[in-house]
């Protein structure tokens, strides 16, 4: 099977990013990554506090 190229969703707090990309990576048999979380582990805060 031919590797597919990573997908990025992008859009406003709130809008869906992170629920639609949990399915797309199921529905894709991918991983799943949240920069959010990414982002408040090295931040050691919440996103709607740093934004």
């Known amino acids: ?12 707090m709130g809008a869906g990013k992170s629920t639609i990309g949990r399915l ?3 529905e ?10 990414a982002i408040q582990d090295r931040c050691g805060a919440d996103i709607p506090w740093i934004f």
Do not use: T
């Open 28 to 37: 894709l048999a991918r991983p799943f990554y949240d920069s959010d979380h």
């Open 1 to 12: 099977m031919q590797d597919l190229p990573n997908l990025f969703l992008i859009g406003p």
């Open 24 to 26: 797309l990576a199921a």
